[in-house]
């Protein structure tokens, strides 16, 4: 069972979560909304290692892990898109 | 319950209160380079701290192990993915409209 202090962390961790969404809805550009979404990616990766230490299994870690690499690649494949206003690498259009 | 948990929760919330700051920040200021600096400064300090406490919950394990390597992960990619964000908004053309060092009078 977890416990009263992971609790509260995790009920923390959510409080800047919905801090770093609301920088998503209410931002003015769009490297705005990247810099929250990136953010948030690294409070799940948080909330997940909280969870890992209450319930006090370490497999639950690898998903941590998982968080962390999607978090990046969504923020950085994001931002490459919209430095090259959606034309590819080699492409003409 | 022995002390080496308590100091370990203790760095967590030492971590999640700095990771509060940082959002906090990342809502209160009115620039968007100045965010970025938040995000790629402040934000990774919480989170490298957060999982130090981590680790010295944990103790001598498997567990510590795969937190060494998030916490490698992290520090390898925050500050990409931060250059990437700033680099695409120079790129696209985005600017402060404030006076730099460069415009600034000097004497």
Do not use: C
């Amino acid at each position: 069972m977890i416990s009263g202090f992971y609790l509260a962390a995790l009920a923390m961790i959510g409080v800047s979560t919905i801090g770093s969404l609301i920088r998503v809805l209410a931002g003015p550009t769009i490297w705005d909304r990247l810099l929250g979404v990136g953010l948030s990616a690294s409070k799940i990766t948080l909330a997940v290692i909280i969870v890992a230490l209450g319930f006090d299994e370490s497999y639950i870690l690898d998903i941590a892990l998982l968080f962390s690499i999607l978090g990046f690649l969504v923020t950085v494949l994001l931002a490459r898109f919209v430095e090259r206003r959606g034309v590819l690498e080699g492409g003409t259009e | 319950m022995n002390v080496i948990v308590i100091a370990g929760q203790a760095v967590i919330l030492l971590g999640l209160l700095i990771t509060g700051f940082g959002v906090y920040t990342v809502l209160r200021l009115d620039s968007f380079y100045a965010r970025m600096v938040v995000t790629s400064k402040v934000e990774a300090m919480g989170f490298v701290t957060v999982v130090i406490g981590a680790m010295i919950v944990s103790g001598l394990s498997a567990a510590t192990l795969k937190l060494a390597t998030i916490l490698l992960f992290e520090l390898l990619t925050v500050s990409v993915s931060a250059h990437a964000i700033a680099r695409s908004a120079w790129v696209s053309g985005y600017r402060i409209r404030t006076v730099t060092t460069s415009e600034a009078r000097r004497d």
